[in-house]
């Protein structure tokens, strides 16, 4: 079997496992369409609908006579990614107008910057934030106004919770415009050595915030490859975004032409336009399937395992954790993008960049070019890059057909590994996965007696004092979805690095997160079933002796009797109150296992 047989195998198997989600959902969608006709409102509803908008506006939205666009932004100007999005609302409009549309501003959707949150209470609301994103934009297009949604966001729960939403609202049209990412600033080797000697306490902190002021330094998403870049990935390889659009930086005249372009290209999707195209047909098991061979030849963020699961449900396509661990072992990593290699975002995108990437991937048989985008019908059309053209407008021409720097990236006969790097781990803990694409090959196995904590802080204080000495399996438990949101746990990173870097042999075990910035320390996240539900993570004490074995796919304890213990408990009632937290109690009661996407939205369905 080839490897396109295998993929298309993969797919199938998918395909008849959604075959009652998928239909039921199709079913939703065409009711939708049908039996509620875009903007079939009564007078009263359409005079508050236009009350607001200009003049000119008014009469084209209300004689529905051309296509009328609903804005959902993700702006606010704290999120270094989304302060862009301020502007686009006026130039969507403008760009509608050009074309004889509308466009309105249906809603906002809140925004949260992870990197701000990292270690803070506020880290414990953010996995939930994506889907208060969906019920928030879906609140903004129930209006019923509109013929298709521009959806603006970047970054790492927000563009998952609008794909949910124009999963939802699966019968209109729908389109992402990116931002792009930030001008290149400190190099990621020298970021990430600073913050591991200001662990070690070689620097202070004035050294740290100054180190971090010049990685973070203007608009546009942070420059290494976590999940807001790899968000961006994603929308290309979905075929939701134009193509060549992701990393452009934000401000120059090729952003705001793509953004143009793709405001008059949502026009063109109506009804009203000459290539109606619903989401709906764009949210199919093989875009998906897409995504994740995507995410696996990048190395990208290991939260879209959780996410791509969600957004995939909303679409009824039903994804386990087989799937991804399938699809890794057939796809080769491509990409070198910190922290899985030195490069930034820039450098990627200038080597060859995403085009390259589908380029080399389509032509290995290693993802579905049979697919309806935003662009129009087949995934080849995302093998072109943008340029301007002599009338400053957007347009496309075939993209790198070879690496321009094969550090960075290289072609599917040279990749850097044979598989993608994702891996699932199976064993008496449970189901976990593993991300090992930065990992070195001899830190693959693991075998070390447990250091068991209930907190980050907890593995912070016995570092400082000292009581991190020699191998170990740093367990981190009762940080899943349902004991407190499941925060990233990205702040253990230069901990970790540090100790690894002195000869220690160490590794994570956690039911918790860790952030797409995250690489080189073996780390088996997601553990499920997590501790608060009594999984055997509650289990582990001091001491009992862990084996981590990527070669073999296992994750287990090696401790006589282990399975007969009773699971721990803890006191977790200092993360269920303060800053808003007490608020989301019945996210944590509803919310589904890390396999089923962590999000309290959907029921698992029988028999997954």
């Known amino acids: 079997m080839n490897q396109y047989e295998r993929l298309c195998e993969i797919t199938r198997r998918i395909e008849e496992r959604s075959l009652a989600a998928r239909t039921a959902y199709l079913e939703q969608i065409a009711h939708a369409a049908v039996s509620n006709p875009r903007r079939h409102l009564g007078c009263g509803n359409l005079a508050h609908a236009v009350a607001a908008v200009p003049d000119s506006d008014k009469l084209r939205i209300v004689e529905h006579k051309a296509g009328n666009l609903g804005i959902v932004t993700a702006y606010n100007d704290m999120l270094s990614a989304h302060q862009p999005f301020e502007h686009y609302p006026e130039l969507i409009k403008a760009a509608a107008r050009a074309v004889g549309g509308t466009a309105q501003v249906a809603g906002g959707v809140p925004a949260m910057c992870d990197g701000v949150t990292q270690g803070q209470p506020g880290m414990e609301l953010s996995l939930f934030s994506r889907d208060v994103i969906a019920l928030s934009a879906a609140v903004a297009l129930a209006h019923h106004v509109f013929d298709a949604a521009v959806f603006l966001g970047v970054c790492d729960k927000i563009v998952p919770g609008l794909v949910i939403a124009a999963a939802s609202f699966g019968h209109l049209p729908c389109i992402f415009l990116p931002a792009g990412p930030m001008v290149s600033g400190l190099p990621n080797n020298e970021k990430s050595r600073v913050r591991q000697e200001y662990a070690a306490g070689k620097l202070g902190r004035d050294e740290l915030l100054k180190a971090e002021m010049q990685s973070y330094h203007g608009v546009g998403t942070c420059t290494f490859y976590g999940t807001a870049n790899s968000n961006q990935m994603l929308m290309e390889f979905m075929g939701l975004q134009l193509p060549g659009s992701s990393f452009i930086n934000p401000g120059s005249p090729l952003r705001d032409a793509l953004t143009i372009a793709g405001a008059q290209r949502a026009l063109n999707m109506t009804a009203h336009g000459k290539h109606y195209t619903p989401a709906a047909y764009i949210l199919t098991a093989k875009a998906f399937v897409n995504g994740i061979v995507g995410l696996n030849a990048t190395g990208g963020s290991t939260n879209l395992l959780l996410h791509l699961v969600a957004m995939a449900r909303a679409a009824g396509v039903i994804l386990r954790p087989e799937d991804f661990a399938d699809l890794s072992a057939i796809t080769p990593l491509m990409a070198r993008v910190y922290p899985n290699g030195m490069a930034d975002v820039n450098h990627f995108h200038a080597a060859g960049g995403l085009q390259f990437v589908i380029r080399e991937l389509l032509a290995a048989g290693l993802l579905h070019e049979d697919v309806e985008t935003v662009a129009g019908p087949g995934l080849d059309l995302y093998t072109r890059e943008a340029f301007l053209d002599e009338g400053g407008k957007a347009a496309w021409r075939d993209g790198a057909g070879d690496s321009h720097d094969l550090e960075v990236v290289r072609p599917v006969a040279e990749a850097f590994q044979p598989t993608g790097?994702?891996?699932?781990?199976?064993?008496?803990?449970?189901?976990?996965?593993?991300?090992?694409?930065?990992?070195?090959?001899?830190?693959?196995?693991?075998?070390?007696?447990?250091?068991?904590?209930?907190?980050?802080?907890?593995?912070?204080?016995?570092?400082?004092?000292?009581?991190?000495?020699?191998?170990?399996?740093?367990?981190?438990?009762?940080?899943?979805?349902?004991?407190?949101?499941?925060?990233?746990?990205?702040?253990?990173?230069?901990?970790?690095?540090?100790?690894?870097?002195?000869?220690?042999?160490?590794?994570?075990?956690?039911?918790?997160?860790?952030?797409?910035?995250?690489?080189?320390?073996?780390?088996?996240?997601?553990?499920?079933?997590?501790?608060?539900?009594?999984?055997?993570?509650?289990?582990?004490?001091?001491?009992?002796?862990?084996?981590?074995?990527?070669?073999?796919?296992?994750?287990?304890?090696?401790?006589?009797?282990?399975?007969?213990?009773?699971p721990e408990q803890a006191d977790l009632s200092a993360s269920h109150s303060g800053l808003g937290r007490e608020l989301f109690a019945i996210f944590r009661s509803h919310v589904g296992a890390a396999a089923h996407g962590a999000s309290p939205l959907f029921p698992v369905p029988e028999g997954v």
């Open 421 to 566: 790097g994702l891996v699932r781990l199976l064993g008496n803990l449970g189901d976990a996965v593993i991300k090992v694409s930065a990992v070195k090959p001899d830190k693959h196995l693991i075998e070390a007696p447990a250091k068991v904590f209930h907190d980050q802080k907890e593995v912070k204080t016995a570092f400082e004092a000292g009581e991190l000495a020699g191998d170990f399996v740093c367990v981190v438990r009762f940080q899943g979805p349902k004991a407190n949101g499941m925060p990233e746990l990205h702040g253990l990173t230069p901990i970790l690095g540090l100790l690894q870097d002195r000869g220690q042999q160490v590794a994570l075990v956690t039911d918790g997160r860790m952030s797409g910035a995250s690489g080189k320390v073996p780390a088996a996240i997601h553990v499920s079933p997590e501790a608060m539900d009594g999984g055997p993570i509650a289990k582990i004490r001091n001491g009992d002796l862990i084996r981590l074995d990527v070669g073999q796919g296992t994750l287990e304890v090696l401790a006589a009797g282990f399975s007969d213990r009773a």
